[in-house]
T-cell receptor
Framework: DARVTQTPRHKVTEMGQEVTMRCQPILGHNTVFWYRQTMMQGLELLAYFRNRAPLDDSGMPKDRFSAEMPDATLATLKIQPSEPRDSAVYFC????????????FGSGTRLTVV | KNEVEQSPQNLTAQEGEFITINCSYSVGISALHWLQQHPGGGIVSLFMLSSGKKKHGRLIATINIQEKHSSLHITASHPRDSAVYICAVQGYNTDKLIFGTGTRLQVFP
C-alpha cells in the first residue's frame, strides 16, 4: 500500500532548539498538508501546498514556524525556536489531483518540547 | 458553535453491538470524511462521501445533504474497533478540512 512517511516518529527537544519534521507524500499526490493535533484544540491545519506551491499557511505562527516543499517528494515543517506550547502530534497528509480524491495521513511526529 | 458537531463524545459498547456515531455540520460542503484514529496511532481515512451511502466491511457511512447530517455505523462491533472516530467536512473548491472533535469508542469483549 502507498504510504505517507513522516520522520521522526518521536522527538524530544529543549525549549529554544530548532525542530525539523519531514514528510514524504505518496508519489503522484500533488497536495500536501501539515496538521497539528493537541488534546485541547484537536486537529488544526497549519499549511498546505499544491504542486509544491504554498496555498495557505494562515494556521501557522509565522514568527517561528516555516513549511517548505523543496521537491515533490519532500515536505518539511520547521520550528525555530521551539516552545513547550508546540508540544503536539504533527501529521502530514497528501491527496491526489482531483477534489474527489481522499486523504492519506502519515503516522505523525510526536513532539515534546521541555 | 462549532461548524462540525459530533455525538456522542464518548461511547462504550459490548462486543457485537450495532454502533452509530453522528455528525452534523453547518456549512456548505463538497464532501464529508470519516477518519479513524487508534490510541497513540495515526489517522486512517475510512470514507469520503458526497451523497448517499457507502459500505466497507462492517462499516457503513451515510449522508443527508439537505439535513447536513452524516452517520457512521459499525455492525457487529469488535474490541479492535475501539478508536476515536473523526468527522471532517470539505468546503466547495477547497482541499481544506474542518474537523469535528471526535467520538471516542470503546468496545468491550
Amino acid at each position: 500500500d502507498a504510504r505517507v512517511t513522516q520522520t521522526p516518529r518521536h522527538k524530544v527537544t529543549e525549549m529554544g532548539q530548532e525542530v525539523t519534521m519531514r514528510c514524504q507524500p505518496i508519489l503522484g499526490h500533488n497536495t500536501v498538508f501539515w496538521y497539528r493535533q493537541t488534546m485541547m484544540q484537536g486537529l488544526e491545519l497549519l499549511a498546505y501546498f499544491r504542486n509544491r506551491a504554498p496555498l495557505d499557511d494562515s494556521g501557522m505562527p509565522k514568527d517561528r514556524f516555516s513549511a517548505e516543499m523543496p521537491d515533490a517528494t519532500l515536505a518539511t515543517l520547521k520550528i525555530q525556536p521551539s516552545e513547550p506550547r508546540d508540544s503536539a502530534v504533527y501529521f502530514c497528509a497528501s491527496r491526489g489531483g482531483r477534489l474527489n480524491y481522499g486523504y492519506t495521513f502519515g503516522s505523525g511526529t510526536r513532539l515534546t518540547v521541555v | 458553535k462549532n461548524e462540525v458537531e459530533q455525538s456522542p463524545q464518548n461511547l462504550t459498547a459490548q462486543e457485537g453491538e450495532f454502533i452509530t456515531i453522528n455528525c452534523s455540520y453547518s456549512v456548505g460542503i463538497s464532501a464529508l470524511h470519516w477518519l479513524q484514529q487508534h490510541p497513540g496511532g495515526g489517522i486512517v481515512s475510512l470514507f469520503m462521501l458526497s451523497s448517499g451511502k457507502k459500505k466497507h466491511g462492517r462499516l457503513i457511512a451515510t449522508i443527508n445533504i439537505q439535513e447536513k447530517h452524516s452517520s457512521l455505523h459499525i455492525t457487529a462491533s469488535h474490541p479492535r474497533d475501539s478508536a476515536v472516530y473523526i468527522c471532517a467536512v470539505q468546503g466547495y473548491n477547497t482541499d481544506k478540512l474542518i474537523f469535528g472533535t471526535g467520538t471516542r469508542l470503546q468496545v468491550f469483549p
